[in-house]
């Protein structure tokens, strides 16, 4: 009440209590005086009384308006807001600036096309699309619309635009009076014409929520064989115009399209960096990647990017998991590392645990990579070999690595020193169902095992009953396990570059063991394959806690 200007508060003070007494009368003589009251009968001219409730709610109104306080103008302080120093330089290592848009901004920056007229001197600059570009001598001619994007006119149906209750809907809808201008859209006119290919290729009905599959794109034509850079398009702009039926169909078709390139019978041909190290992948789940380049002037980068923006755009976790999974093993396996068109999107949405996983393996191939220094100690001694951070490289940053390193080597320790327990138990397949089920596996991962190994599996599962029934022979096993173990912890450690490469080192162990197994006659396959599961296990952990390494405390 103090706070309301003195105009207001003299009106508030004045006016609400004889608006509340005549409202508590009009009730009291409506309700409790009886119709013969003389009050009532009296000979009087007819008086109509409104009620005054929405007056009371507009004088309320302004009251609260006049209550409230100035807004901050835009030129005060506002803290923690980042100031970037004029001349600093850029590298890979700096993680690129993002600029911070609000989601109105971000869902409208790409809607927001404008209607004006063409001039003689515009009109002599622009070409007409030359197959989505009506005929003006048509009988639907005025069911038409223009678009003009760049230099490029296109004349097309304004149903067709209004499909599935666009963003164009909104502007194009029948009966308005500005439909009859050009429209100016941004963006290329090459990937403009890809939305209007499936706009108009796609049935009449589709956007009532169909689902549509491979079979039943292999019905019209073109829809089953689209590429990649299209498919993108589609979906990008599908977003932007509000057409969800259209987004969901282009982001399922670039997941199929991605699952095909990642199957084993694909014939897409692997990057010449990735040739020379798919003979020493780690295991079986880090085989088959290449680039989902539709052709060889596509930056694999920026296509990486897109597919990272679309899949978070249409919420497809499945096309997420896809995308971060071959990431992972083209940086790790094939000395891959994004570049600025892919780190951006990255760095933007590292909120999403699949982003921040792949961050800390980018973060993992930066360390692993950076150069090493020995200094010497004393004669005939070496220090454990440092890295050398480059200049530019932020403070931040380098105590980040720093942590990871310490965390990285501990990791390695504790893994080196504990080998993985074996479960096997001197019981029969039968009687222990866990068993049963790794023996049923056994021979679908034989197949990725050495030869000796493979000929010896081959005899232990002939006479598995009767080795099930000697607990001498597991034991056997647990102490081969253990031995072999530690002995190809070491070897792996001999054939490091650095220290904190322990995925590296994990993938050496495991070829070591792969190797020594098929040799050694003192551990059955049962438990050399559990051993190697375990492995993975190890493996799977320490990429899953990558980001939490790089934190500095």
């Known amino acids: 009440m103090e706070s309301l200007p003195p105009q207001l508060r003299c009106t508030y003070t004045l006016l609400l209590p004889h608006i509340l007494v005549l409202a508590t009368l009009l009730v009291v003589a409506h309700d409790y005086l009886p ?16 009620e005054p409730t929405h007056k009371v709610q507009l004088l309320f109104e302004l009251f609260r308006r006049g209550s409230r306080q100035p807004r901050r103008k835009s030129s005060q302080f506002i803290p923690f807001a980042r100031k970037q120093s004029e001349g600093s330089k850029s590298s890979l290592l700096d993680l690129p ?8 901004e971000r869902q409208h920056h790409s809607t927001s096309f404008t209607s004006s007229t063409l001039s003689n001197n515009d009109s002599q600059h622009l070409v007409h699309d030359h197959e989505y570009y009506c005929d003006p001598s048509s009988a639907t001619d005025d069911q038409c619309c223009t678009l003009k994007v760049e230099t490029t006119l296109f004349r097309v149906l304004r149903i067709v635009l209004c499909r599935d ?5 909104k502007r194009l809808w029948f009966g308005r009076k500005d439909c009859g201008g050009v429209f100016n859209i941004p963006g290329e006119a090459d990937r403009f014409r890809d939305l209007l290919w499936v706009l108009h290729t796609m049935p009449p009905d589709f956007h009532f929520g169909s689902q549509s599959s491979d079979s039943d794109d292999r019905r019209y034509t073109g829809l089953h064989d689209v590429s990649l850079s299209r498919l993108l398009n589609i979906a990008e702009l599908a977003h932007d115009y509000s057409f969800p039926s259209f987004q969901r169909w282009a982001v399922e078709k670039i997941y199929r399209f991605l699952l095909r390139c990642s199957s084993p019978e694909s014939t897409i041909p692997l990057p010449s960096s990735a040739t020379s190290s798919l003979s020493s992948s780690s295991s079986m789940t880090f085989v088959t990647i290449d680039s989902a380049t539709s052709s060889k002037d596509d930056d694999p980068d920026e296509i990486y990017g897109r597919i990272l923006k679309v899949s978070l755009n249409s919420k497809h976790p499945h096309l997420l998991d896809l995308l971060v999974q071959r990431l992972v093993v083209r940086i790790l396996w094939y000395d891959y590392l994004p570049g600025p068109a892919l780190m951006e999107p990255i760095i933007r949405n590292r909120s999403h645990k699949p982003v921040d996983t792949l961050l800390g393996v980018i973060n993992y191939r930066m360390l692993v990579d950076l150069p090493q220094v020995e200094h010497r100690t004393s004669p005939g001694r070496l220090s454990p070999p440092q890295h050398v951070f480059p200049r530019e490289m932020p403070i931040e940053q380098r105590m980040e690595f720093l942590a990871a390193h310490h965390s990285l080597t501990s990791s390695w320790k504790q893994v080196r020193e504990n080998p993985p327990e074996l479960r096997c138990q001197s019981s029969s397949s039968s009687d222990d169902p866990s068993r049963s089920k790794r023996s049923s596996g056994s021979s679908m991962k034989r197949s990725f095992l050495p030869r000796g190994l493979q000929r010896r599996g081959s005899s232990t599962s002939s006479n598995s009953n009767e080795s099930h029934d000697l607990p001498s022979l597991h034991v056997s096993c647990g102490n081969t396990w253990k031995r072999v173990w530690r002995s190809s912890c070491r070897y792996a450690e001999t054939r490091s570059k650095s220290r904190d490469d322990i995925l590296g080192m994990l993938k050496v162990t495991m070829l070591r063991i792969r190797k020594v197994t098929a040799d050694d006659g003192n551990i059955c396959l049962d438990c050399a394959l559990e051993g190697l599961e375990a492995l993975d296990v190890i493996r799977d952990k320490v990429i899953d806690g990558l980001p939490s390494m790089f934190v500095y405390r």
């Open 165 to 169: 209750n666009s963003a164009f809907s």
């Open 35 to 50: 119709k013969s009251s003389p009050i009532l009968r009296l000979e009087m001219p007819p008086i109509e009384v409104f």
């Open 97 to 104: 600036r993002v600029s911070r848009t609000s989601a109105s």
